[in-house]
């Protein structure tokens, strides 16, 4: 045999010698030695169910391995594992794998508390080394594994399943042979029973180290994952599934920032969040979230191609308040952390509600309003951010006051709207459009351009049938008044700005209030119209000026009543507290500018109700109406006043000139002129303060008001027209003075009561009341009615003298000339109130009257004794009588001497026997002191005196005889008035 081939045999022989040890001896000493090195490596058990080693294959399988944690529950096994190894290795002097597969790899993986795990004492034993090892892995595969995560480490422990993993690596490598080249890893699993699929491209190990890899996974449970975040969160997720693909890709070279991008598409799917108390907070069905992040590389953190479709959208604030929408969409969202710049192209929101509402402190929720946390100092540039449009439709938009009683609600239903070209900081002018329906055929329109900061607001608003009942909550806690019916109508335009921590700009347009009706405090009718229309309206907020071009008032009725406490309902309308005389002083401040071109009223009716009065009293004006132009608050612009109505449809009423109640101080120069009213209808006004019912009469009042300076100067004059009283009715606020003789005394013979009522006084004094003047002066007439009724009826017709008598000479009972003039102007009078009646009583001066009386009787005889002689000397003429007849001086002693001679008292003799003649002093002297004149005498001259008025009275005076009466009393009764003579003659007036 030839030496080579022995050399060949030998070598074939160690060869199988070698085979045959790797093949059968070689697996024992390696599963022994693995088994002992890790024991002692690890302090964990090892069991392996055997291994084959081929040799010729340069393959290696490794079966039932199962290797234990620290407790002696399994940690790892798999079925087997089978690694063939590349002869390459031998002249590359790194170890190649050419392939790895291992068959149903199944971990269990213990996390006992934060970052500790049932593996991690492994890494503890882990030499370092510190140079880069030199190896090559190829086709590395793991089929039908499994892993089995237990969460201890949180309150609740937790279970996670990965099954039917599935991994396929194609080469790691740190040889340069294959460096360059890429890995394309494919991992695919069922996560909690979610499909995961994961596909990747990595190139590890040279200079420039690039990555990438694609995550897939389908219906993750979220609240299963959320506990690994660090720290409690504020919320608990309470379901949720998340499906998500993300390319991720990375590099880093030596000289280059690292980057890392990603392409996302994460979905979200029936996501419920709660707070820690389990109050829902957050709902949705599905959120579709989509984005390209890139970090780091040349441009800096970047994200573009950013989208977010979130549908059936709940999100709350309380119980009830927040949002719901069937869609919210973001398309076109870029941010660029090197310029912090945020760029959506739109937002758009669909089919939903939103509710807010004000809490009890005043706070908006949650519409939150964003405190200033300080200004922002140093390099650090602010966040700026661009919207191109912000759009809704079909949004229910649903407010809540809560600070109010009641908690009234606002709900305006499928309200669109936009907003476009957000951007800032700076702020930039923004266009939006806004409309809605608001109550049942109520609606809103606004459109025009804004900025948030400074505010401005540029635009025109609509609003149609919006009810005035919805927001009665927001009138005044001190008004006692109820709003049951109305509703508004109005187009505004509006250009306001903020400026220096105030409101600036103008306003204008035009406005409906239809259907008003408003209740008083017990729920009666207080007032209401049809409509109030209110045009060409424009005005200036700093400083305020505004002017309307015509403001309308058409069918309106208010009702005034006076309830039986003796107040009107109106005072009733406010509960005034300490505050309200607080705010009064502090008023006083300059009212702007305000200007109104013509107010028309049409079609007004205004009703009066008394229940202060016993049986009620109940009257209405009808047909109210008229102009008011040309009002203004400048001090010397007034307006034109024609105002009219009917009171009962019957009795006119006109209200003209100019007032001014706009200016600083009032100004009114107005005539009422209120003609026909009826007062039969007042009769329980009458009963209750005068004591009778009215049977008959009307009213008719011309007055003229002028106030100006605050200084009041009226004219009223008062015609009362066949004023006839009824039956007495008892009331104890009856008057107890005359008042039919009042009547008597004011009424004419046309049967009419012309009273002036002239009033003047400061506005500005706190002690004059113009109805409080008005009632003093009638109080006085009936006073004066009856204590000097004749002065106050000579006083009528302008006299200053008394009429309540007349006086005489003593003795006589013949009327002076001026006595008579006086008693013809008391016939005048009498004649002129044939409502009147008078009696005359004649009285003598004891005093005076006697001696007066003899004075009289003599001359009466002495004017007999003429009239005689002038009867037999044919001298008499037509009409001389003995009354008419008049004593010359010189005819004195010879008419003394005649009645001397005829006397029969004993006269004065000489010695002869004979009468004896005397002087006319002494004769006169004898004559006085020989008349008889006692009580009988001066009764008669009583009765002559009364029937010489009276009969003056009737003939001359031409009163009614059946109107004057002639009394009888006592004669010698003292005049009531101090300096009136006693002897007279005195009257006395009654109305029939």
Request: proline letters at 5%.
């Amino acid at each position: 045999m030839k030496r080579w081939k022995k050399a060949a045999l030998i070598i074939i022989g160690i060869v199988l010698l070698l085979a045959g040890f790797v093949a059968f001896v070689l697996p024992g000493i390696v599963k022994n030695q693995a088994v002992q090195r890790v024991e002692a490596a690890t302090g964990r058990k090892l069991a392996i169910g055997g291994i084959s080693i081929n040799p010729f294959a340069w393959t290696i399988e490794v079966r039932d391995l199962r290797f234990s944690d620290r407790g002696g529950e399994t940690f790892a096994t798999f079925s087997s594992a089978r690694i063939a190894v590349s002869p390459s290795s031998l002249y590359r002097r790194a170890p190649i794998i050419a392939s790895a597969r291992i068959t149903s790899l199944h971990l269990r993986i213990v996390r006992v508390g934060a970052n500790i795990y049932n593996f991690s004492d492994l890494f503890k034993r882990q030499p370092q080394h510190s140079q880069q090892s030199r190896f090559s892995l190829n086709n590395l595969m793991i089929t039908n594994g499994s892993v089995d995560f237990i969460d201890q480490g949180l309150p609740i422990e937790k279970r996670h399943e990965l099954r039917k993993i599935e991994l396929a690596v194609p080469f790691i490598t740190t040889i340069s042979y294959l460096a360059g080249r890429y890995i394309t890893p494919r991992l695919s699993a069922e996560v909690n029973g979610s499909p995961l699929h994961v596909e990747g491209k990595l190139r590890p190990f040279p200079k420039a180290v690039e990555a990438s890899a694609t995550v897939e996974f389908n219906n993750a449970s979220l609240p299963h994952y959320l506990a690994y975040i660090p720290g409690a969160l504020p919320v608990r997720v309470e379901s949720g599934r998340m499906s998500a693909k993300v390319a991720m890709s990375y590099r880093a070279a030596q000289k280059e920032n690292p980057g890392l991008t990603f392409n996302s598409n994460v979905t979200l799917a029936d996501t419920k969040v709660a707070d820690r108390k389990g109050i829902p907070l957050l709902a949705l069905r599905q959120l579709d979230v989509a984005a390209n992040l890139e970090i780091g590389g040349p441009g800096g953190t970047r994200l573009e191609k950013g989208s977010v479709q979130a549908r059936q959208l709940s999100a709350w604030v309380g119980k009830r308040e927040g949002i719901t929408l069937a869609l919210l969409s973001l398309e076109g969202g870029t941010y660029s952390r090197k310029e912090n710049l945020l760029k959506v192209a739109d937002v758009t929101l669909r089919d939903g509600n939103l509710r807010f509402f004000r809490d009890r402190k005043g706070v908006f929720l949650p519409l939150l309003h964003r405190e200033d946390k300080g200004t922002v100092t140093g390099k650090k540039t602010p966040l700026r951010y661009g919207i191109g449009r912000i759009s809704g439709t079909g949004v229910n938009v649903v407010f809540t006051d809560e600070m109010l009683a009641g908690r009234p609600s606002f709900t305006f239903k499928k309200t669109s709207f936009s907003l476009e070209q957000l951007t800032g900081p700076p702020f930039g002018m923004i266009p939006f459009m806004v409309t809605g329906a608001y109550g049942k055929g109520g609606s809103l329109k606004a459109s025009g351009n804004f900025t948030p900061a400074p505010l401005k607001i540029k635009g025109e608003m609509a609003v149609q049938r919006i009810p005035l009942t919805d927001f009665d909550a927001y009138l005044p806690q001190d008004l006692n008044m109820v709003v049951a019916g109305g509703r508004v109508d109005a187009r505004l335009a509006v250009s306001l700005a903020a400026r220096d921590g105030r409101m600036t700009g103008t306003f204008g347009g035009s406005t409906d209030l239809r259907s008003f009706h408003c209740l008083d405090a017990e729920g009666e009718d207080l007032l209401k119209w049809e409509s109030l229309h209110v045009d060409k309206m424009k005005g200036r907020l700093a400083p305020f000026e505004l002017d309307i071009g015509d403001v309308a008032l058409t069918r309106f009725y208010s009702r005034i009543i006076a309830e039986k406490d003796g107040s009107l309902n109106l005072q009733h309308l406010y509960t005034r507290g300490p505050e309200a005389k607080e705010k009064k002083a502090e008023g006083g401040k300059k009212p702007g500018m305000i200007r109104i071109g013509t107010i028309t009223m049409q079609s007004g009716t205004l009703s009066f109700t008394d229940r202060h009065v016993a049986g009620g009293y109940t009257t209405t004006f009808f047909n109210l109406g008229g102009r008011i132009s040309g009002l203004s608050s400048e001090d010397n612009r007034f307006a034109d006043v024609d105002l009219r109505g009917n009171l009962e449809n019957q009795s006119p009423l006109r209200i003209t000139g100019q007032i001014n109640p706009l200016r600083s101080d009032l100004f009114v120069d107005l005539r009422v002129n209120f003609t026909g009213i009826e007062l039969s209808p007042m009769s329980p006004y009458a009963g209750k303060y005068l004591g009778y019912a009215v049977d008959n009469g009307q009213l008719f009042i011309y007055s003229r008001y002028r106030i100006e300076n605050k200084k009041l100067v009226s004219e009223n004059k008062v015609v009362i027209d066949q004023l006839d009283f009824g039956k007495r009715i008892e009331s104890d606020k009856a008057t107890s003075l005359p008042v039919r003789l009042a009547i008597g005394l004011l009424k004419d013979r046309k049967g009419e009561i012309n009273l002036d009522l002239p009033v003047t006084g400061r506005m500005d004094d706190p002690e004059f009341s113009f109805p409080g003047v008005v009632l003093k002066i009638l109080k006085n007439l009936l006073v004066t009615a009856a204590r000097s009724p004749l002065t106050l009826l000579h006083a009528m017709f302008g006299g200053k003298e008394d009429l309540s008598s007349v006086g005489f000479t003593p003795g006589s009972a013949e009327l002076s000339p001026a006595e008579r003039e006086k008693l013809l102007k008391l016939a005048a009078a009498l004649n002129d109130r044939p409502a009147l009646k008078i009696a005359v009583t004649g009285f003598v001066d004891r005093e005076h009257d006697d001696e007066g009386y003899r004075n009289v009787l003599l001359l009466k005889k002495m004017r007999e004794e003429k009239f005689m002689d002038m009867v037999k000397k044919k001298k008499k003429q037509p009409g001389d009588s003995p009354e008419t007849v008049q004593i010359a001086p010189e005819e004195y002693a010879r008419y003394l001497k005649m009645v001397y001679a005829k006397e029969q008292f004993p006269k004065p003799r000489n010695i002869l026997g004979l009468i004896k003649a005397l002087p006319d002093v002494e004769m006169k002297k004898l004559i006085l002191a020989n008349t008889v004149v006692g009580e009988q005498q001066l009764r008669s001259l009583a009765e002559a005196r009364a029937t010489g008025v009276r009969t003056l009275l009737v003939e001359q005076g031409k009163v009614d005889s059946a109107r004057v009466f002639q009394k009888s009393g006592d004669i010698y009764r003292a005049p009531a008035k101090g300096g009136e003579p006693g002897s007279r003659v005195e009257f006395e007036v009654a109305a029939e």
